[in-house]
């Protein structure tokens, strides 16, 4: 079955550093990738996603890059806020599959 | 934009009542989903439609029915709250007609306890 393996957190920056989430996955086929960001006592919003191999998705300074040889969808922002402070989800979609597996989620606290 | 209302941000409820989540949409998507998100697992799917009156199962069914009499309207039941169940439950919608690759909008989330 598909899985997302997620790194665990919390995860703690300072402001300006360099993030990295690391994301792999487990899928039959050639899935589509998303991150999702949840903020503090809101529900998931879409950060990026990548359709195909090779594809870098990008928004709000985050970008992940579709590596289908390592199965990898890893997040990365050169220089952090404090308003990035949020769970961020790694997610998959399958095939002919409606509905997305996600990762456990990572929690990022970037201090000022 | 989409819109996704949840109709409770925070409910406390009884062990063995009948429990209603309501969630409703704005932008005619077919698919409509209800996840469960728990601490170091994630979110995990309770069921989901993708069409008026249709339902699937998803990972964590037990214990939980879902209603889709109207496309923009899907409800979660929980037909004897047990404590096991106290929990962030987040609906989000889909559009179906797409391809695959459509993303999901989601709710700002119920939070309920059961006592």
């Known amino acids: 079955g598909n899985s997302v393996t997620q790194m665990e957190g919390p995860v703690t920056l300072s402001e300006e550093a360099f993030l990295t989430i690391n994301c792999t996955y487990t899928a039959t086929g050639y899935p589509s990738l998303f991150w999702y960001v949840q903020y503090p006592g809101e529900g998931l919003q879409l950060l990026l996603k990548a359709t195909k191999a090779d594809d870098k998705g990008s928004n709000k300074g985050f970008e992940a890059t579709y590596r289908k040889e390592t199965t990898s969808f890893h997040l990365e922002k050169g220089s952090v806020q404090v308003s990035d402070s949020a769970v961020y989800f790694c997610a998959l979609l399958s095939g002919s599959a409606r509905q997305l597996t996600f990762g456990s989620g990572t929690q990022l606290t970037v201090l000022p | 934009d989409v819109k996704v209302t949840q109709s409770s941000r925070y409910l406390v409820k009884r062990t063995g009542e009948k429990v209603f989540l309501e969630c409703v949409q704005d932008m005619d998507h077919e698919n409509m989903f209800w996840y469960r998100q728990d601490p170091g697992l994630g979110l995990r799917l309770i069921y989901f439609s993708y069409d008026v009156k249709m339902k699937e199962k998803g990972d964590i069914p037990e214990g939980y029915s879902v209603s889709r009499e109207k496309k923009e309207r899907f409800s979660l039941i929980l037909e004897s709250a047990s404590t096991n169940q106290t929990s962030m439950y987040l609906c989000?919608?889909?559009?179906?007609?797409?391809?695959?690759?459509?993303?999901?909008?989601f709710g700002d989330g119920t939070r309920l306890s059961i006592l």
């Open positions: 989000a919608t889909r559009r179906g007609d797409r391809g695959p690759n459509q993303p999901q909008h």
